[in-house]
């Protein structure tokens, strides 16, 4: 017996509080250091989740009659006083494996005969699972915020360029006049369906997967559907294998985020390329930017870089769920690395959205520069291709070799020119078509001007400015409502909270007026 006692000893602490008497010793010292100080390492994540799932699992059990209300009651108050708790007051041990084991521990340290309910029907992941999914709902809230913010600064810049013309590039190669506000359009829509996507996985991340006992559900009458709602989650998860053991929740979300930034990487990318020197487009302002230690002139695009930086680290990361999620539909390695991995994922995208936020609405724009650009570099070739073939009645593909071989002979004669001469236009049709070409003066004159080409987009979705101000009616409309949406819900979730705690303390406090006027209640099985 003594033997057997000494060997349950590990570092000075008797293992057994968390998972019972069926180890003779300890963990070793390498364990705790590689896998137990990683469970730890979560608890500013989980802390606060794990207080509601611990208060909500009481109170459904005590209300079934599956624990002693007047256990029940000293339960609850213990709980309420953890919770009040500071985390940095709070003793977290490796020894003792996890965040919940080192609760249970606090608790039985309080009151042994009270703590030993903790674990009636429900296994250790269960606690941390809901704890991880309150954290994640909560984080999604704020990258919607921050995504919605982040809309609003681009559709704030877009009103105030739609008149503000610019070449369009591909392959960073003037391509097409267009404007400034139909350019920055291009990136706010993508972050209407990022909304989009983030509220439908704030759907699937809000159910509840408490109540599920070993897995293949419990014996106990555990009202799943009430702790749900005791902790504000629209549903609880239907199958109780599945409730555990989900390995596409935490991939959709690393997914949804790394989609999210690869939006903004487009648009960082533009950016940097734009505040060069060599495009001189667009500069940042000073609270965006970092000096050179070594070269003074220097005035680097690092919040840029570090948008880009980020893009790349959030793609690792969605490979490493991705990895550890390919196991049997029963192990742990999906589950503990996921607990912390993608709440901080969710902090740190957030932080960066709203960064680019911060940076978008900073920006400032060499327009008289963009306007200038906007006809070099033959912006129109398409446009007069297309007036060939309206006013010629050539085929697009025809017009489209007239107007290349024009600008390939015009170039020879001078690399730096800028238009077509009438006679090298016409040599080029003669050579193409065999003909002339009766084109209007007014015609080509306009072509010139690329405020005139961009006007003449007015189907839906163009650059000119009546569809442009149509699609800034539509992204604030959608931008107010994903806020709306975000509001009612961090209300609701509020609100639940606030319940839940209320009810903790009605019921602690009935208890006690209750033991005081008729003794102890009875500890029967419902």
Known sequence: MARAKAGARAGGRTRGQGEGARLREGPAPELMRASFALEIADAPILHDGLHLADLAHILVLRDAGVIPRQDASKLLALLLELKELPLARFPLDPALEDVYSNREAWLKQRDANVAGWMGTGRPRREPATIAYRIAVRERLLRLSSA?????????????????????????????????????????????????????SAFARSNECPGGIGNINGTRLPVDRAKLAELLGFDR????????????????????????????????????????????????????????????????????????????GAVTGRLTSMTAVGKTPSAQMDNRIFALGEVPRTLDKAAETVEL??????????DTKLMRERAGRGFTWAMDLAETIMTEGGVPYRAAHRVVGL??????????????????????????????????????????ENPAKVVATRTGLGGAAAGPVKQMLAECGAVLRKSARWRSTTEARLAAAEQRLVDLARKRTSSNRSRAHRVGPPSRRLA
């Open 236 to 311: 609880a998860i239907a199958n109780t294998r599945d409730a555990m053991w989900q390995v596409d929740q935490p991939i959709e979300l690393m997914a949804q985020v790394t989609m999210l930034l690869l939006h903004l990487d487009r648009l960082a990318e533009d950016l940097q390329i734009w505040n060069t020197a060599e495009f001189g487009l667009v500069e940042l302002a000073d609270r965006h930017a970092r000096i050179s230690m070594i070269m003074p002139q220097k005035k680097n695009p690092y919040s840029l870089a570090f948008v880009r930086g980020m893009t």
């Open 406 to 447: 024009a600008i390939r002979e015009t170039l020879e004669r001078d690399p730096r020119a800028q238009r077509i001469s009438e006679d090298v236009l016409a040599s080029a049709a003669r050579e193409v078509l065999g003909r002339e070409l009766q084109l209007s003066t007014r015609s080509l004159a306009d072509l």
């Open 356 to 365: 680019m936020a911060g940076v978008v609405a900073g920006l400032t724009f």
């Open 147 to 199: 995504t919605t913010a982040l809309g609003d600064a681009l559709v704030a810049q877009a009103r105030r360029h739609v008149a503000t013309v610019m070449p369009d590039y591909t392959y960073l190669q003037p391509a097409t006049p267009t404007s400034l506000a139909h350019y920055l359009l291009s990136f706010a829509y993508p972050l209407l369906r990022d909304l989009d996507r983030l509220e």
